[in-house]
């Protein structure tokens, strides 16, 4: 069983950077990828983010392209969003998650993710 924690959230003006930290811990070497979706009031939860845990290789929502970046730290067992040049549409309940199975494809869809994280709030103000 593995647990996912973010961290790193908070209130922020347009403009702004913030990075979010989300710290696994338990069954970790099973985790194929890791991603990170968010959701605004009244919106559905949306895809952000992602990187597989061996390659490296991300991929990311067209709304976020150029101005969010995700990373990994293997020794730590951590995975960072580094949101730079914050909207005020980017207001929302971010998550983590992580993959516990193959996939050829990105990871772009909630199914392909077994955990998840308990959510952090970013709120970005004009």
């Known amino acids: 069983q593995a647990q996912l924690v973010e961290s790193g959230g908070g209130a922020v003006q347009a403009g702004g950077s913030l990075r979010l930290s989300c710290a696994a811990s338990?069954?970790?070497?099973?985790?194929?990828?890791m991603g990170w979706f968010r959701q605004s009031p009244g919106k559905e939860r949306e895809f952000v983010a992602t990187i597989r845990w061996n390659t490296g290789n991300t991929y990311y929502a067209d709304s976020v392209k150029g101005r969010f970046t995700i990373s990994r730290d293997n020794a730590k067992n951590t995975v960072y969003l580094q949101m730079n040049s914050l909207k005020p549409e980017d207001t929302a309940v971010y998550y983590c998650?992580?993959?516990?199975?193959?996939?050829?494809?990105?990871?772009?869809?909630?199914?392909?993710?077994?955990?998840w994280g308990q959510g952090t709030q970013v709120t970005v103000s004009s």
């Open positions: 998650a992580a993959a516990t199975s193959y996939s050829p494809f990105y990871y772009t869809r909630e199914r392909q993710y077994f955990y």
């Open positions: 338990g069954h970790t070497f099973s985790n194929y990828a």
